[in-house]
């Protein structure tokens, strides 16, 4: 199921989110999983995080998957946000990404976390309205690499 997912995403030359399920090689499913989350900051920036994926069981295909950064570090806070999210190409505009999205912040909740940022690039309008749907309300837009990035945070009560 995932490989499929992951060909889908391949072939549509779509956005590769969240970054984090590209990391390991999925063709050991069982030590994929075992190495999905992040357990302790890395040097390479990497915080403590926890990866969960969609599931549509009745078609027994993978919908998409978010990952949930445990605090922000410096790079976070400017453009990468507690919550990354990505939703197969062919299950986009169904209503799985505000869903996920919803998802992720009862599970910030449980991690201890009352304000929540989330970005998504300027042109991705409808991440920006899973985000908004979700409480999420515009703090401003920072440029990364060419592109403009919307900083969007919650407020989780």
């Known amino acids: 199921m995932l490989t499929e997912w992951k060909s889908d995403i391949i072939a549509n030359r779509t956005d590769l989110s969240p970054r984090k399920i590209w990391e390991n090689d999925f063709h050991d499913f069982e030590n994929y ?5 992040t357990k302790e900051e890395t040097a390479e920036g990497w915080v403590p995080d926890t990866t969960l994926f969609c599931l549509d069981k009745d078609r027994n ?3 998409g998957a978010v990952n949930i950064r445990h605090y922000l570090n410096d790079k976070l806070l400017e453009t990468g946000g507690h919550i990354g999210d990505g939703i197969r190409p062919g299950e986009r505009r169904k209503g799985y990404a505000t869903a996920m ?12 976390i009352d304000r929540v940022l989330i970005c998504c690039d300027k042109d991705n309008i409808g991440s920006a309205k899973s985000i ?6 515009l703090e401003n837009e920072v440029e990364e690499d060419g ?7 919650i407020e989780l009560q």
Do not use: P, T
Request: hydrophobic share 40%; proline share 0%; glycine share 12%.
């Open 61 to 63: 295909i993978f919908v």
């Open 101 to 112: 999205i919803g998802l992720a912040l009862e599970e910030c909740r449980k991690l201890g």
């Open 33 to 37: 999983l075992r190495n999905l989350d």
């Open 132 to 137: 908004q749907r979700n409480g999420g309300v």
């Open 147 to 153: 592109n403009i990035m919307q900083r969007y945070w």
